[in-house]
């Protein structure tokens, strides 16, 4: 019970506030409950993430972590102020002209972090504001952007304060293709008006809180709800399995719908949901979980794929008696001939472990009954998949999907943990049983033990070259530990085989993935889909035959890489963009360098050792084998608005920029805007984009944006009778086409709409996985230099040089951030990540790279357009990741003679490899 | 209906604490909060009783006397950063600004790191390595007495030499409703601390040294106290080495890991037992390294 209110004066902002609250809330319940100031964002509620940040005095604090009773007589600055002297709208002006703002769960504690530096230091170093924001965590930026913008106004280069929308004067101009336009979606973010899916929900909505199992395989009996419910004034209702009016069960495919909504008398892993309550948010916080009428029974659980695959082990799903959800193939030529004909093999056995998502933003939202009609359920989630999350709740509901609508909130953060439902289907359920709103906030840790991963993988591979180090086969076997439930397992198991050469000539292929069922955490889609852990295999490989080989590592690559009109391991002939040796040889002068530099270094320190790696990826965008179509709308009403209508949902990598700016350039209109709708992704109003996953939103949906926008033109053409090539030009109250024709909006039909759709043309695989899975591949190659110490065995990353075939770079500052990104992610994957189930289930146990770890980064943008893209673009949002960690542990290699089979390299695993190598 | 007090006194906050000894003493909330999430995220909803002692604003900052330092134990990290201090000092320094981001070091205090006894905290190696007194109190009844500096009126408890303070992993002596008031350091040299972590900031430590050395005219080792943190439920002194070094010049190869038998390292998702082990080694040659050349440049 909590205790008594307590009366408080405080300044917010400059504004004298009195509030009551429990003295035992925190600063950021006042703020984000009782003073509806929702910019100061909840990321772990443990002082781990300092998205919470705020100024208490002028200090920087998270807010999750100060007591309401110390409030009183204190002043606080949020986001929302324009802080001491105006230095939080300075940095809001330049946090959107640096791309600094990527999803923007963390942007307001940084810019307070920011604030409250330079407030104390006007003009910080680089180390100053490194220290100074070293406390909030982002899992978009990698940091660089950031810690410029605040460079940028401690030095004064930012004169003008952001005090609205800066984006009021942009056109074809400013927006085109190419440019280095502000995200569209940038105010909301950095003014901290953005809402995320805790931010917002209605006056009368219940709370929903989960009953997830504690442990990894059990079985459980419910027993009587009624004494709890009539104990408990403000618990509204349990809700269980029971209560499902479909089916409960979901999945991403139509025959891997494995995963209950609410376990039935069984569950598979620690996390999995059990039971929901819901009521009043006070009532729901005094119920423990062993209040709950469950009695469990714990059985034995499966942990890791030796375990899962041994002979008798017991079965997770009846439908799959070997534990194996599936498998995944892809054969080419005759490996064994060719390995017995090689100058050189390579073998070797890879291990990854569990990744986090790490999204800033937990899992939250809120589902309205009967708000679009009589039976019909409306949810706004964080998601980066709407209309599959439509039609999943449908199914769950057992109703049409026309009745369930979809409404994203903002997306604090996905990198595929946001693909499957979450919260989605629990709050349908919730909400049409006591047919009331129901919203519900994930807590750091239910988000981490509850919702997918990375797979885990063990990945066994051999490959083999000629003298000169042409590849000639290349034979891997990889298992994949899927959890408790399917998730995207399929999708892993067959994009790994098609990808695992990398991006490399290899007449010769053998690769065979499983996805394996354990009693562990669904693991489903991230940043790469298997990719990343099949690549640390394939480029270990690399520079183990350039060893055996006398090769130089870069010479290896290059001699082997893939460009236009080579045929891949798939059969499919890339007749196009193809950039990797255009990549390999933007690299070449660096690479040089730093094995210069690094030789240098190591003839004359003995404890840090530098290294030196380069590793190389490839990517196809867009679903393997299947049809993933985009559709956009765009429309010019009398008024002379444009309006782009997108379902595709930006989660911070910029596809709504991106989208604008493929738009505009389309449209060809100087003088006129094209504006966003207001909610992107929304059911009701968009049409279906497909899923932000698999780099395939700028390539995919930026055609559908294209044709649309060419679509509204031609209307557009038609209508004033002008032919195909007349210019049209805005002006004023009317268009101009040609020199000819002036025609006022007002005159204009009532409603312009153009339509694009487009599907990446693709082919399906045959039983030996050949075929055209893609309609264009990213290339990259990226350098790492890193220093080792030889007596710590810990490993810093000095610097990225990363050179990326992106076709044609639409908007290179958002490319970069991607880039950025996906770095901090593989750096992350390299050298500290590991979820453990029930063991490092919140953010100061898992370690994800502060703004200290990140190394200064040279991007090399490569345009090798592509026919096929949007103004010849392909997608980025994966690639960065992927080629990170090899080049990472190529580098520890160089630098210490040791190979690193298994990541994270935490420092103790290299100190014993270390260690093993000198003893 | 759990309580908050919010005491402005520290009588008043002791004589709260001995009718409710079950209260949980708040300073920062550093340490409160993170441990109310992890038990709310499975379902464990109580919270204790607060005892609120941030007001009574006298426990706050640093004192210096013809003999002492006496440090208030609501002195906050930002707060040591900051300070104007003897090189004595430069240990606890360095720790304070690796302690979580800056929020955590606005926040948190010395007195919530030393009673939470983590085996972890960085503070309580330091306090170790500078000998610190701990003084602490409770509610004795209506008659007091009084004898220690800043703090009146009070009820004195035991004081304790830190390493007798802290019994175990998270558990100290401090009795039943009793509250430390005051931490004391006195004697000369220079303070040092390392930590190791698997990244930049806001990091746990794999294993943390701290250590005072101070040194005659000729260089030869005077006072040498080092203590390894990370590596045992408690703090340890590396007794051995530091009656190896006394009398002599500042040698990193001094240490062995014989010294180190004492500890008694875990495995865990940080590290090995057997790194954490040559990881204190290695940290302690460092400081021994970096105390050697600020030797050197002291001469010059």
């Known amino acids: 019970m909590a205790a008594p209110h307590i009366s408080l004066e405080l300044t917010v902002n400059g504004a004298a506030h009195a509030v009551a609250a429990e003295p035992f809330s925190t600063l950021a319940d006042v703020l984000r409950d009782t003073l509806g100031l929702t910019g100061t964002k909840i990321g772990c509620d443990a002082g781990d993430c300092g998205a919470c940040t705020v100024l208490l005095d002028g200090a920087q604090v998270c807010a999750c972590l100060v007591p309401a009773a110390q409030l009183h007589g204190r002043t606080i600055d949020t986001v929302e102020g324009a802080g001491p002297q105006g230095v939080t709208d300075q940095l809001r002006q330049a946090f959107l002209s640096h791309g600094a703002a990527q999803c923007g769960i963390c942007t307001p504690g940084m810019l307070m972090a920011a604030t409250a530096l330079l407030t104390e230091i006007p003009a910080p170093s680089r180390p100053e504001i490194e220290a100074a924001l070293g406390g909030v965590l982002c899992r978009c930026t990698g940091y660089i952007k950031i810690i410029d913008a605040v460079e940028d106004v401690g030095a004064r280069r930012v004169r003008e304060p952001a005090v609205a929308n800066p984006r009021a004067e942009t056109d074809a101009d400013t927006f085109g293709v190419g440019r280095r336009a502000e995200r569209v979606d940038g105010w909301a973010k ?730 | 209906m759990s309580a908050y007090h919010r005491p402005t006194t520290l009588d008043e906050a002791l004589r709260i604490y001995a009718e409710d000894p079950s209260l949980k003493v708040l300073a920062g909330g550093t340490d409160i909060y993170p441990g109310k999430a992890t038990r709310a995220a499975w379902g464990d909803m109580k919270h204790q009783g607060i005892l609120d002692i941030s007001r009574i604003t006298h426990m706050r900052g640093f004192t210096e006397t013809p003999t002492d330092w006496w440090i208030g134990p609501l002195t906050t990290w930002r707060d040591i950063i900051d300070a104007d201090l003897p090189p004595l000092f430069d240990g606890l320094k360095a720790a304070a600004r690796g302690i979580g981001g800056a929020q955590i070091q606005n926040r948190g205090t010395i007195g919530g790191n030393l009673c939470h006894a983590s085996p972890a905290a960085d503070g309580i190696a330091v306090l170790q390595s500078l000998r610190a007194q701990i003084y602490t109190c409770y509610w004795n009844g209506p008659e007091t007495t009084q004898n220690a500096p800043i703090i009146s009126p009070m009820h004195v408890a035991p004081s304790f030499v830190i390493a007798s303070f802290i019994e175990g992993s998270r558990r100290t002596k401090l009795a039943d409703s009793a509250i430390v008031t005051n931490i004391s350091v006195s004697g000369k040299g220079r303070g040092y601390f390392r930590k190791l972590g698997s990244r930049a900031h806001l990091v746990i430590s794999i294993a943390m040294v701290a250590a005072v050395f101070d040194w005659d005219e000729r260089g030869n080792v005077r006072t040498a106290r080092i203590v390894v943190g990370a590596c045992s439920p408690m703090a340890q002194r590396i007794s051995a080495l530091e009656d190896i070094l006394r009398g002599k010049p500042l040698d990193p190869a001094l240490a062995l890991p014989e010294h180190f038998s004492m500890l008694t390292p875990i495995d865990d998702v940080r590290a090995s037992a057997d790194y954490r082990r040559a990881a204190a080694l290695q940290l302690v040659k460092d400081v021994i390294t970096e105390a050697a050349e600020d030797q050197r440049n002291v001469r010059r």
Request: glycine share 10%; hydrophobic share 40%; proline share 6%.
């Open chain 1, 190 to 919: 950095v003014s901290g008006r953005e809402l995320f899916g805790a931010d917002a929900a209605p006056e009368d909505a219940l709370w929903m809180r989960v009953i997830r199992s504690p442990h990894a395989h059990a079985r459980f009996v419910i027993g009587d709800f009624a004494p709890l419910m009539a104990a408990t004034p403000g618990l509204v209702a349990l809700v269980t399995a029971a209560d499902v009016p479909g089916e409960n069960s979901f999945g991403i495919f139509p025959d891997t719908k494995d995963q209950p909504v609410f376990a039935e008398q069984h569950v598979r892993y620690r996390g999995e949901a059990v039971a929901a309550l819901v009521g009043s948010r006070a009532a729901l916080a005094q119920i423990a979980d062993s209040d709950v009428p469950l009695a469990w029974t714990p059985l034995p659980a499966l942990t890791g794929i030796e375990a899962a695959t041994a002979k008798g082990a017991p079965a997770l799903h009846s439908a799959r008696s070997d534990n194996v959800l599936t498998r995944g193939r892809l054969a080419r030529g005759d490996v064994a001939g060719a390995h017995a004909g090689a100058a050189a093999s390579a073998s070797g056995t890879f291990e990854t472990g569990f990744v986090e998502h790490a999204y800033i933003e937990p899992e939250a939202g809120y589902a309205v009954p009967d708000a679009d009609g009589p039976g019909t359920i409306t949810v706004h989630a964080s998601t980066q998949a709407p209309y599959m999350d439509r039609d999943e709740v449908a199914r769950v509901l057992g109703v049409p999907k026309e009745k369930v609508r979809i409404v994203p909130t903002a997306c604090g953060g996905g990198f595929g943990g946001k693909l499957d439902v979450a919260v989605q289907p629990l709050l349908a359920v919730a909400a049409r049983k006591v047919g009331q709103p129901v919203r519900i906030v994930y807590s750091r840790t239910e988000s981490m033990s509850s919702t997918t991963k990375r797979h885990p993988s063990r990945i066994t591979a051999k490959a083999s070259a000629d003298a000169v180090g042409h590849l000639l086969a290349y034979e891997m076997h990889g298992d994949f530990n899927t959890g408790a439930y399917a998730s995207w397992g399929p999708t892993v198991a067959n994009r790994v085989p098609i990808h695992a050469t990398g991006p490399y000539k290899v007449p010769h292929v053998f690769n065979l993935t499983r996805a394996i069922y354990t009693n562990e955490t669904p693991a489903g889609a991230f940043r790469g889909f298997g990719v990343p852990q099949s690549a640390i295999a394939n480029e270990t490989l690399m520079d183990d035959l350039a060893e055996k080989l006398g090769l130089d590592r870069w010479q290896i690559r290059r001699r082997n890489a893939l460009g236009r009109g080579d045929t891949t391991p798939s059969g499919q002939v890339l007749q196009y963009s193809a950039g990797l040796p255009e990549c390999l040889d933007a690299l070449k002068p660096a690479w040089d360098k730093a094995n210069i530099d690094a030789a240098a270094h190591n003839a004359i320190d003995a404890r840090y050792k530098s290294g030196v790696g380069i590793a190389c990826m490839w990517y196809g965008c867009g679903n393997t084998s299947l049809s993933n179509p985009s559709a956009m709308r765009i429309t010019l009403g009398r008024d002379g608005a444009v309006t782009l209508w997108s379902g595709a949902v930006d989660i911070g990598q910029g596809v709504s920029t991106v989208l604008v700016q493929i738009a505009t350039e389309a449209l060809a209109i100087p003088g006129l805007r094209i504006e966003l709708n207001a909610t992107v992704g929304d059911t009701g109003t968009t049409l279906d984009a497909g899923k932000t996953s698999a780099s395939r939103q700028t390539f995919v949906s930026g055609n559908a944006a294209r044709l649309a926008a060419l679509d509204l033109r031609s209307q557009l053409l038609r209508f004033a009778n002008a032919g195909d090539d007349a210019g049209i030009a805005r002006d004023g109250d009317a268009l101009c086409f040609g020199t000819v024709r002036r025609i006022r909006f007002a005159d204009l039909p009532a409603m312009i709409e153009g339509f694009g759709t487009y599907d990446p043309p693709t082919t399906a695989l045959d039983a030996d996985g050949q075929g055209s899975p893609y309609a264009t591949y990213g290339f990259a190659a990226q350098i790492a230099e890193v220093e080792v110490d030889m007596r710590l065995g810990t490993t810093k990353v000095v610097h990225i040089h990363a050179a990326h075939d992106v076709g044609r770079a639409i908007n290179p500052t958002l490319v970069e951030g991607q880039i950025h990104g996906g770095i901090a992610q593989g750096l992350g994957l390299a050298l500290m990540e590991e979820f453990i189930p029930g063991r490092t289930e919140n953010l100061h146990d898992y370690l994800i790279p502060t703004t200290g770890d990140m190394p200064p980064v040279s991007v090399h943008i490569i345009e090798d357009v592509d026919p096929e893209g949007p103004y010849g673009a392909k997608g980025v949002g994966e690639p960065a990741l992927i080629a990170t960690a090899p080049a990472i542990l190529g580098a520890i290699r160089h630098a210490t003679g040791v190979t690193v089979r298994k990541v994270p390299v935490l420092p103790h695993r290299l100190w014993e490899l270390i260690r093993q190598l000198q003893d």
